[in-house]
């Protein structure tokens, strides 16, 4: 019975339509309404608050209104599934895409803005991770490097977008106008933690082909191989400098080689 009752009361609490109280126990008439609608509207505007802290630029860029309808709209499509709400919203950006794709239109830079505040989201509750060292992987036989598999920092988290959405998002963090941004080219992002401070890098596109490839578990010498077709020129040794250097890879494994 009880059961029951919460699931008639989260059900209400995440209708669009008008709420009954007497449907969940909480009395009958206009008054008892009017008290669980009010209540419905706390909950709904305070878990859009939540979405709004973890997305504070989409938010600016929408306006209150926007936001709040949409906000609305994601909450009872996608209500919480957990206790923790630092973790609430994973669903957003693409929902958002969906919603403003509606009738063919073109859903903007919005929801890759989106990507990118889950992203740093992310990468700031991920896990801690020391960096491999490069003077530990310069003792190992120069031979087997093609063979090497680096495991990617557990905040690791890798964007490609159409738009400049990097210059979008530090253009609006500081109150300014993006619209002179978007005719500019897309961006391909690294975000990660290496430490303390969530950072966002932009990559080429042989450095995202790079990471992206290492990051699913494929070895050094076939993600050099995507990089070099991805990008004409591309410096494999200075980009693996400078992302071990940065913090990108926690470890890694050598296949044993065969007798």
Known sequence: MLAELQAAFARTLLSADTPQAECVGAGEGSRADARLAIYRNNVIGSLAGVLAAAFPLTHKLMGEDNWLAMAADFIRAHPPREA???????????????????????????????????????????????????????????????????????SLRLITSRWPVEAIWQAAAAGEDVRPLLGAAGQALLVLRPVAKVETRLLSPGEFTFLRTLADGQSLGAAAMAAFEAEAGFGLQEALVTHLAGGVFTGFTLAEETP
């Open 84 to 154: 923790h709400l630092l973790v609430y919203g994973s669903e957003l950006p693409a929902f958002l895409a969906a919603g403003l794709s509606e009738g063919g239109r073109d859903p903007g830079f919005l929801p890759d803005l989106a990507r990118l505040e889950w992203a740093r989201v992310e990468a700031y509750h991920a896990a801690d991770g020391d960096p491999v060292l490069p003077a530990v992987l310069a003792e190992l036989p120069q031979d087997r490097l093609p063979d090497l598999k680096l495991v990617p920092h557990p």
